[in-house]
């Protein structure tokens, strides 16, 4: 018989038993700052994947594995059972539409509500338009206590700026807050113009600390310097072309 | 429990006891023009909220607040009780969606229903592509008598334009027309190229002496003197390089 | 109470008794050449208004009238009774959405059915990308025998081109055919870049042939007039800006 | 009585038996190599239509015939009974919304099981970016038993890339899989610039050989031949114009 396709599918894996698990949620965003930093803490926390989430509302696509084996886009949910429980969300996409953002964050809420969620880190990138080396990790919350409490660990708040946080990472915290969910997202600086896993360190350490996780840091520092070399090799052989077309421009005037 | 969220929720503060209120409405549009002119006369008139309106087709984002505490995106209803009872509407966004302006606009029209509204002014902008030093406030109402009415305030009627007004400002009007209701949009010249409190000055003066509202007017007369010393300073700074750019031009003639 | 907008409301000024009535489709398009023709009709044969059509896929906004009252945009159905019944449909917009047109039009055809429409005219224009000065028209239809009886009136059927009709023109038919319902497209050759009136003037002489309609085209023949000593004297003037320019050329061309 | 128009209309002339047939799949797409690879196993295999499906996810429009006569926008099912039963789709368009794709690709998925389909072959193009003379067809499955498979008929799978499949041909395979069927896609390397029978003419020739098809890939040949004057023709065209240009520029140096 046929089965129709919801605009939103979950298939649960696994149902765990968590105790006041934490939600940390980074799916795709500028930067990729987000998802690199929570897909490095599931690696290291070696947590344990439990649902897939599928919506219409993703590209209508499918993604081709190195081995040449297809899969819808998706969204993940891991587990964490520790000091602290953990839910952990990454996907390959985020929703298209304005209400396909709301659908999806209410549905996310959802799940994380029946598994006894009260708090959410979400994170994400926060765009400067020109090359950071040394990224800091913005923050805004949703209450004033967590502010104070995040600014003790170095989390920056620009006050005089106000703006916005686009996407999941400001949806389930605002959303959350008005089902008496608390919150918090991080953003770490980054140009905007390219994934940024250095900036992913700075957010993944901080993180860390706060929620008292001893994990490495060193697979992401790796990424980060391969970026660093690859930056550096791009921008000489700008420097070099630059200084070629400015010789050739010189000769030209002799010939003028 | 899972609460769903529908496309459009309102919560309520308070219900408050209004007698024949009018429903002012100023939300984000051409010059900011209405918006400034409602949050005027709710600061003057120390208007109280009562209601606050949330919908899945507004932009998928949080505001963060200058304290670094964030909150959805939203519209908002106040109320005062005087000679006159008035709603005023004001709001972060209009809907994003032709649909969902049409949802907005009714669902804004059954709370007023409700409170027995039967006349409406919105406020907007009149663009007009260039810089206005004195901007009128032109007009458009759902029926001859109103509009008759207006122009011995000295409102414009543009006879020979007719055009149209786009979003909140017009649909209140026209579908409101459509339910018995009469009402008036209320347009400040502007050029349409920056946030303008000078013309919404001029319109919320008008519409107090149309109401018969004693309300200062000089908050909105202090944020138009400042933006006219920091565009007075902006043209004199694209004076000089202009000069600058002039006399360089110039010096590159005798180099020829 | 309360009353909820529908996405399509009709309203009916009148329920009129016709005899097997022919619709005439002329909705805004390519040079608005459907929307003078159905228009020029229903003023020539002073046809009156029975039904308003309302959507939420029309753009949100109100139109202002020349006497500063606003309504709602919509389109319009009018009936002639004569020798043969007739259905005219224009408006201010199409719907905006794919999926909307589709709904739209089969309101449309609803609303037809119920009358007994069996026969359908849409109208449009024909965009050709250059000026025409002595515009044919060409034509679709639903099926071979409409076809080789419109060829009879001078119809142009342009045979080796294939190609589309896009929008309400296109979809009355095609979802009409679908009903059983029989009709036929006639589109005046045009621009595509201005308003036409002698396009519309073509289309508006030939289906009123076809239909045995006695009507007087002269004030279609004024609006092309009109049309036609803009258009030269914009020209005049790109002829005298060009020859101005020329010659400053060639001046500067001693100096060099 | 009025008929609504569903989001998606199925009309069957027919309802084949037929025995575990294969979904093979043609829409339009990149270089419309799947359209024509499918179009040419229909013609060749004398393939009987016993279904179409109609959208108001698809372009609001009618094709004009070269007859004059208009049909509504459609795709439609053929089936071949034979040593391996068959049933390919094809048509004009594809849905036009993320959502509507996804809607569509289950109704196909709906009808397919239906008629008994596990197994199922998309067709597309692979767009290069670049003129492609001897194009190779790459592929995608959606279990590493059928790649090996595939690879034994010489199709390329590129390890070491990823990417995705993007519309029908992609959706159809992702969420035939999480219904249990089994599936490729075959996608001929294409420029991605034009309509290329070359392309379609190595997809068809692979997938015959796979089902162990008889059929003539002549007609596809004629039409790759075509193409390949008609470049060849704009190429000579190009050329000439480069030389003559040059020349020109040679000539007035010689006036400097």
């Avoid at 897939?52 to 499918?62: G, I, K, M």
């Avoid at 391969?226 to 000769?251: A, G, H, V």
């Amino acid at each position: 018989m046929a089965k129709k396709f919801e605009e939103i599918k979950i298939i649960y894996l696994e149902k765990p038993q968590l105790k006041d698990p934490i939600l940390i949620e980074g799916l795709p965003g500028i930067g990729n700052v987000g998802k690199l930093a929570v897909e490095h803490l599931i690696e290291e926390m070696k947590a344990k994947k439990f649902a897939e989430l599928y919506s219409t509302d993703f590209p209508p696509q499918v993604i081709i594995g190195s081995n040449g084996v297809v899969r819808m886009v998706k969204n993940e949910f891991f587990y964490y059972k520790g000091e602290k429980d953990l839910i952990l969300l990454t996907g390959d996409y985020q929703a298209l539409s304005p209400h396909g953002q709301y659908l999806l964050a209410e549905k996310i809420l959802d799940i994380a509500e029946n598994f006894g969620v009260k708090m959410i880190f979400t994170l994400g990138g926060y765009g400067l338009g020109v090359e950071v080396e040394h990224p800091r990790v913005t923050g805004a919350a949703t209450d004033i206590e967590i502010v104070e409490e995040l600014k003790k660990h170095g989390i920056v708040f620009k006050e005089d700026e106000g703006g916005g946080i686009v996407g999941a990472s400001g949806l389930l915290l605002g959303l959350g807050k008005m089902r008496g969910m608390r919150g918090a997202c991080l953003m770490g600086e980054t140009s905007g113009y390219i994934v940024d896993p250095n900036s992913a360190r700075e957010v993944a350490s901080v993180l860390s600390k706060i929620l008292g996780l001893k994990i490495s840091l060193s697979s992401l520092d790796k990424k980060a310097e391969e970026l660093r070399r690859i930056t550096e090799k791009i921008k000489s052989i700008e420097r070099s072309m630059i200084e070629k077309e400015k010789s050739e421009r010189e000769d030209l005037r002799y010939i003028g």
